[in-house]
Nanobody
Framework: VQLQASGGGLVQAGGSLRLSCAAS????????MNWFRQAPGKEREFVAA????????NYADSVKGRFTISEDDAKNTVYLQMNSLNPEDTAVYYC???????????????WGQGTQVTVSS
C-alpha cells in the first residue's frame, strides 16, 4: 500500500496550488482519504477529508471556502485544490487513509511522504 503526494511548491499570498495523492496497492472504496499539514514547531493538524465514492467531505474551519477536496476513482487519486493561500498555510502537507471519519492524525493507518507548501507574503 502506497500513497504518493505531490503538487507542493512556492506561491505568493493569494495564489493557488493543487495537491495530488495517488493511492495504490489496495481497494480504497471503504476508506477515507485525509489531508493533514504540519508547520515547523506545530502539531500535525487536520485539513480536509473525503470518502471514496461516497460524496462525503469535511474541512477544517481554517480552510473552509478556500480549499476543495475531490477524488477520481478511476485514477485512485485524491486532490486538494487550495485557493486564496496565505502565509499561515505554509506547512508540509500529508495525505493519509483512515477506516472511519476522523480528524485525528492518530486514526490514520497509511501516510504519504508529504509535500512542502510555502506561501510568501
Amino acid at each position: 500500500v502506497q500513497l504518493q503526494a505531490s503538487g507542493g511548491g512556492l506561491v505568493q499570498a493569494g495564489g493557488s496550488l493543487r495537491l495530488s495523492c495517488a493511492a495504490s496497492g489496495r481497494t480504497f472504496s471503504n476508506y477515507y482519504m485525509n489531508w493533514f499539514r504540519q508547520a515547523p514547531g506545530k502539531e500535525r493538524e487536520f485539513v480536509a477529508a473525503i470518502s471514496w465514492s461516497g460524496g462525503w467531505v469535511n474541512y477544517a474551519d481554517s480552510v473552509k471556502g478556500r480549499f476543495t477536496i475531490s477524488e477520481d476513482d478511476a485514477k485512485n487519486t485524491v486532490y486538494l485544490q487550495m485557493n486564496s493561500l496565505n502565509p499561515e498555510d505554509t506547512a508540509v502537507y500529508y495525505c493519509a487513509t483512515s477506516r472511519y471519519r476522523t480528524t485525528r492524525f492518530v486514526d490514520n493507518d497509511r501516510w504519504g511522504q508529504g509535500t512542502q507548501v510555502t506561501v510568501s507574503s
